[in-house]
């Protein structure tokens, strides 16, 4: 199976050195040609992914165009808030990808204005082509080294595709699940890095571990809720894209949400932090636009309003603590 992999950051370009080993044809393709160049000399991504070599079995594209003409699968490894950009240089080339069978968001966000998952955006650019969605624990670095990892592809409805790009993507290393909750998949990925900026304010504060216990299973609870009533089947969030991808990103070192909210709690600002990030923190815009979105529809989501409070209207910490902490008592 033939696989394009546009963008070239840590992501993407992990991706792409797995879809390689398991021997497919996949063509990364950076946004910038000189990215490009540097990445098809070096067979180093020095600025995403550095210490990782990239096979020279995976091949550097720049122009979409050739690209397109071969690919069967297009796996979008951009942050969510570029996606339609990126969808809209697919369609401008549409009638070349004559093999194109499916087009796959591998980002883990919300478009803030339109509140749109990446499904829905790709329905929305690319019209008629099929949507679906890769996510799951999965830590770039550890999946380019080849270590084991779990994940689930969701699509709208299982089809024959599902299954057959299912079995081409799962490897000694990776064990892919499929799933048709593609509501539930995508809120799962958008929550989760949202509430792991959360879990990074609680590792920054030090005050120990069962308040971070405290607030992911409350925030496994909100992310329910904000999925039942936004047509997600609870269970989903039980699974890889829930309640795994929480648990990795808000216990690991290296996750850009967690280590953005620990610097957060440490003293520096979230404009400050943003500013010099040369790699994107998904949670912030999304935790944006889905705080947006819940308070549109009434759905009550305490842990996600503060987050939003402390992030856009510079309210401190420890109120926000004090304000949790004394929500009405209720019932589990
Ligand atoms: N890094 C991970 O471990 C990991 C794992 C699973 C999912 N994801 C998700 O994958 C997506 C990409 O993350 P990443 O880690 O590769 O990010 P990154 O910060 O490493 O790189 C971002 C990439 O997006 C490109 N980009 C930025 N703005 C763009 C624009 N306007 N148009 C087109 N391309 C643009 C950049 O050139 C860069 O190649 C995110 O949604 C992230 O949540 C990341
Ligand atoms: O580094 P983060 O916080 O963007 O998380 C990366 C992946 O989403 C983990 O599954």
């Known amino acids: 199976m033939n696989f394009a992999v546009i963008g070239a950051g840590a992501w993407g370009t992990a991706f792409a050195i797995h879809l390689s080993r398991l021997g497919h044809p996949a063509t990364l393709v950076p946004r910038r040609f000189e990215q490009a160049l540097a990445l098809a000399s070096g067979h180093e991504n020095t600025e995403h992914l550095p210490g990782v ?21 297009v796996l979008l490894a951009c942050p969510a808030q570029a996606l339609r950009e990126t969808c809209g240089r697919i369609q401008k080339n549409r009638a070349h990808a004559t093999q194109l069978r499916f087009v796959i968001s591998l980002a883990k ?15 929305a650019t690319i019209p008629g082509v099929r ?3 890769l996510s799951g624990p999965t ?19 299982a ?11 799962s490897g000694p290393n990776l064990r892919v699940y499929t799933s048709d909750d593609i509501v539930g998949v995508e809120l799962g990925g958008a929550l989760k890095n949202v509430y792991a900026i959360a879990a990074g304010v609680c590792d920054g504060l030090r005050r120990g571990d069962n ?11 909100e992310m ?16 890889l894209s829930g309640f795994g991808d929480l648990i990795a990103t808000s216990y690991g070192s290296w996750s850009r949400n967690r280590t953005f909210g620990q610097h957060l709690a440490e003293g520096r600002t979230a404009g400050e932090i943003i500013s010099t990030s040369h790699s994107v923190i998904e949670g912030y815009r999304t935790a944006q636009s889905l705080a947006g979105l819940c308070a549109e529809r009434g759905i009550d ?31 589990e």
């Not at 478009?111 to 955006?121: A, C, F, V």
């Not at 830590?139 to 969701?154: D, Q, S």
């Not at 987050?307 to 510079?314: D, N, R, S, Y």
């Open 109 to 123: 966000g919300v478009e803030t204005g339109t509140h749109l998952r990446p499904s829905e955006i790709i329905n």
């Open 224 to 239: 329910i809720r904000v999925g039942q009533a936004l047509g997600a089947r609870p269970e989903t969030f039980y699974g």
């Open 159 to 169: 089809c024959s595709d599902t299954a057959e790009i299912q079995a081409a993507i």
């Open 131 to 133: 949507a679906g969605i």
């Open 301 to 331: 989501t305490p842990v996600l309003n503060e987050i939003h409070a402390v992030l856009f209207k510079q309210k401190p910490l420890d109120q926000t603590i004090t304000d949790l902490m004394g929500r009405n008592l209720k019932a």
């Open 211 to 221: 308040v971070k216990a405290a607030l992911l299973t409350r925030a496994l609870a």
């Open 53 to 73: 070599e990239i096979p020279s079995s995976v091949q550097i594209g720049h122009e979409l165009t050739p690209v397109l003409m071969e690919a069967e699968v």
């Open 139 to 157: 830590n770039a670095g550890e999946v380019a080294l080849g270590k084991l990892a779990a994940m689930v592809l969701a699509t709208a409805r």
